[in-house]
């Protein structure tokens, strides 16, 4: 019985480790933006101001159109969350939450709707895999250099899709 004891509290401890340690850690380490940030609030700006090309394009054949919209969390939290769009009308968009929220704990339901004028940023892959839009992103990677020194290599992958 002692032998069996002890494999069983090392199984335990490792996978207690892995779930807890090892898994939890993100793959990017978190990029602080303050909410004022300029580069940000222009961003942000042009993403709405270039609605007109948003629907141009998701009218046109591409692989994905995403925005960035905000849901207030459970905790009263505003988080910019990606959301794929299922359908774009005039002034209101169905859409999928593609990003869980960090600050969001119960029950979450993926379909939405939100306004167009909601939409914090857009983002659409066109056919040749090269994204239009995604100006928050672009800031993010600004920022990211700014704070890390380099980016990541997933992120630098992802910055050079980008038109």
Same mark, same amino acid.
């Given at each position: ?63 994905? %159109? /995403?925005?960035?919209? #905000?849901?207030? =969390?459970?905790? @009263?939290?505003? &988080?910019? !969350?990606?959301?794929?769009?299922? *359908? ?6 169905? %859409? /999928?939450?593609?990003? #869980?929220?960090? =600050?969001?704990? @119960?029950?979450? &339901?993926? !379909?939405?709707?939100?306004?167009? *004028? ?7 892959? /066109? ?37």
């Amino acid at each position: 019985m002692k032998y069996l004891l002890i494999p069983l509290i090392v199984a335990v401890v490792v996978f207690v480790w892995w779930r807890f340690f090892y898994i939890a850690r993100p793959e990017v380490p978190p990029l602080v933006i303050a909410p004022d940030d300029p580069l940000m609030t222009e961003a942000i700006s042009k993403a709405k101001a270039t609605i007109p090309q948003l629907r141009e394009l998701a009218a046109s054949p591409n692989r994905g %159109v /995403r925005v960035k919209v #905000p849901f207030t =969390t459970s905790s @009263g939290v505003t &988080e910019h !969350l990606w959301a794929e769009v299922l *359908s774009l009308r005039e002034s209101e968009m169905e %859409v /999928r939450y593609l990003t #869980p929220p960090v =600050t969001h704990t @119960g029950r979450l &339901e993926r !379909l939405h709707k939100h306004t167009v *004028s909601d939409l914090t940023d857009w983002q659409v892959e /066109r056919e040749s895999g090269k994204y239009a839009g995604g100006y928050t992103m672009r800031v993010m990677f600004v920022r990211g250099r700014e704070q890390w020194g380099d980016l990541p290599p997933e992120l630098e992958g992802e910055e050079k899709k980008y038109e």
